[in-house]
């Protein structure tokens, strides 16, 4: 499978979490300690909000552990909210078109899991994505119909509701054909301002999902410690496992559960599929 | 556009036709003269019969004139069949699998030219290849979606009729969505025995197209020429543009037409798309 | 050859010089005008100074005009002073690091010519490299050596003095070799405030190399260019070639000169090499 | 570290070694068992000797295991003789010509192991390499220049002998240098028709090497085996660590020694350093 990491307050540079920790993203690229491979080598991806109106992406189809633009990018570039995905492809090319974050206008999303039988369902999944959406679709991944079904459901109006009704529609063709647990997916997407995860599996065994404790009781937990004076109280990251051993920083995302990283209180809610 | 090169003889090193020749489809990356375009540096292909039962690829994402493992193989794969392709991407994603030339069990698949306004009919387009065939699809080209609407068509059975109903099928969608010249087009496609050039476009204004005259007619025209002595009478080359300025050697391939490369005489027919 | 640009003035986005213009680098990638070559199309590089202590890089190893990381990168990074350089090889491999800009600790350096025969001197030169620095040099092209011969020379000191005492040198080896015309080059260099930009050739036929009017002089020639308020009176570009045609913008660094961009007065001074 | 694998015997598709076997090496690039990392990710290279008189060389930078070329190539190219290797940089560049086998005229070499504090020693070894050699030089790897200094020390003539005085240079420089300890290796290379390979490390605890038993041996160990009836008795496969785990078919190279394949009796010698 792949690891992601989304992260949202105060800008700082990409390499404060893609390198800096003790067990960092490009650290699992090579020993991930929970999926279901320990490396993620297919290639890689960042998209980064700054002051532009869309997000920037920057992919590469080697590993991330030795990719020196990766470096170079992550140790210049500052950003409020970004995200980052290293992929292990379960038998799709390895290209560029391929890698995670995926964009459509200001909004990105990133997929970890997968379709089961992703070929025996790839055509009719297709067919549901809007026709005028369709011709956006440039890779094959089954991460890529995913967004644009999600898309076509509504997610830039009601992001929640569209990812539901995208997984109902994926468990109901996947019934059809046959196969037991039609998804398996942890999935992260932006509008730039909210960010929203997801952790559903047709099984009710998802991959895993973590996020941080707010900022106020990592303060209270680890008062000495300086760079939680620095950073807003808003600031949140949401991961596939967690950069660190440090106790009272890493929360299991509950299974069947998506959450809300917005201004004001975040949210957490239970993650039911919809069919129509 | 593109640029591409079928031989079909005695087996001979790639480098004879890739890069040996003055105006060489090597030469051609940077410098070709018929086409659309002057360089061709958005990648590449080769595809060769040897003994076994399914044709190599060899596919590179950079320019050809500066891969060094295209160099290699070209000077020490000998083939009795091959096909090389140089691309000019007109606007799909540079990866492999929008190189050509496109296999399917042990048939290849090569083109130059276009699709018109692909964007607007690919739906549509894509949705008629057959469901067993569509999860082959890997790219995001034209060339690749007419080559699985050919083998839709019957392709592996009769391949002159199959190119015609997708010529037919592509020209009707296309002109259904208001587009002028739905089609422009020089396939060539081979079953590792046979292989077949198409010359065709919506304006009957098709990219140029040319074969070598038959090594009898050259021996008679260069009688102090070792190399004919050295080739069977079977030998063929199908080029985009010619590799030389030698007389006598390159003939222009009719407009609306299609040729096939065999045991025996070769043969060249008129090419009329057909609708249902 | 290669093609380059440097940029020093108020911050932009990249892609203002890099995509926009009429005759931008990215045009130039295909269809160079002044070049040896039209295509340059051997891996590109850029480079900028942001708000980090050293510059960052971005390197690619596949032509500039189909590369989406440099789209992306162009769009959404701003900088006060930037390098960008297209490459087409002389011979030596196409790999990121034989790409420029090199760097070494917030100094950038980036070249269009060549050292003639480099081969046969090669070694020679990359001995003379100071040994505290030799470690430093990862590729294998002329211009490499050439940037750490400038740095044992002093660069860090005195910028004009160490390229001639570098360029004395490169004379001086090459004609011991016989080699009639040792080097012929366009260089740009910066520490991240100034920018020296050297224009020299043994023959004296050097390639071309452009550097636009002050601001106030456009300003006073286009009274209704409405960019020209925007930027600040320090802004300068120095390229090998103009990016479009509009008159009294281009002026040409004469023939054996080199140029400093700086706060107050630039300045531009004739180029002597020195021998010991 | 690294993982290699060299052939001398019947003709066989490549893949037969590369893909099939239960630990292949393809395998082996992502879960080496004996290795100092479990992942060798950073490029790939084979050399192979057919009909040509200098050996053909594939390589890439991304990892083997996901590489398409490689797939087909294995797939469809028979040699007699051939090297594959899967890299681990140690540090230096994921470029191409940092990929082994690095090749002279006919002659192959790979490596598994390093120069210890390589950039202290580097300038010291590139000056020793004999001047017309220097500038085929043209990675940045130890590996590479321990190859130009055997030739330099008459590889063509006595291999053994040649690789005997490199490794007495390496280790007299780096103690020099202060080193403990200089060299850690495992190296084979061949001229297409004898094939050395060497295990040796200055603390003599040598990164692992194994060779199959003779054919003749095999045979009666499993004489229903048919692989065994169709190979030559001359066929014989060295590598760093077993493609599989039956019985009686691999032995370890014991530390410091070296051994020929060649027509007749192989032959295994101690290995020592030679210093002038």
Redesign the interface.
């Known amino acids: 499978m792949c690891r992601w990491l989304a992260y949202s307050g105060s800008p700082i540079l990409l390499e404060e979490l893609l390198y800096k920790p003790a067990h960092s993203l490009i650290d699992q690229s ?1 020993h991930a300690r929970m999926g279901a491979e ?2 993620n ?2 290639g890689f991806g960042i998209g ?1 909000y ?1 002051t ?1 109106p869309t997000p ?8 991330a ?2 990719d ?2 990766l470096r ?2 992550s ?3 500052r950003s409020q909210l970004f995200f980052a995905h290293i992929r292990a ?1 379960t038998g ?6 391929n890698c995670h974050p995926f964009r459509f206008e200001q909004w990105l999303w990133m997929h970890n899991g997968m379709i089961s039988d992703f ?2 369902v ?2 009719d999944l297709t ?1 549901a994505v809007d ?1 005028s959406l ?2 956006h ?4 991944t089954d991460s890529e119909v995913m967004f644009y079904l999600a898309l076509t459901f509504g997610l830039q109006d009601d992001a929640p509701q569209a990812v539901e009704r995208m997984v109902g529609l994926v468990e109901e063709v996947g019934r059809k054909a046959g196969i037991e647990h039609p998804i398996q997916m942890t999935v992260a997407t932006s509008d730039g301002d909210r960010t929203w995860a997801f952790r559903y599996s047709s099984q009710h065994q998802s991959r895993s999902l973590f996020y941080t404790s707010t900022v106020q009781t990592l303060r209270e937990t680890y008062p000495d410690n300086p760079v939680l004076e620095l950073v807003s109280d808003e600031t949140r990251i949401i991961v596939s496992e967690p950069l660190g051993d440090l106790p009272g920083v890493w929360n299991e995302v509950p299974e069947s559960t998506y959450g809300v990283i917005q201004d004001g209180d975040d949210e957490m809610h239970p993650f039911v599929p919809l069919t129509d």
């Open positions: 090579r320990t490396t080598g297919d980064w700054s532009e920037a992406l920057f992919k590469g189809i080697g590993p552990w030795s020196r633009n170079e990018i140790s210049h570039v492809s799709t090319a390895v290209q560029e078109t070929h025996r790839k055509r067919y026709p369709y011709s679709i440039e890779g094959s």
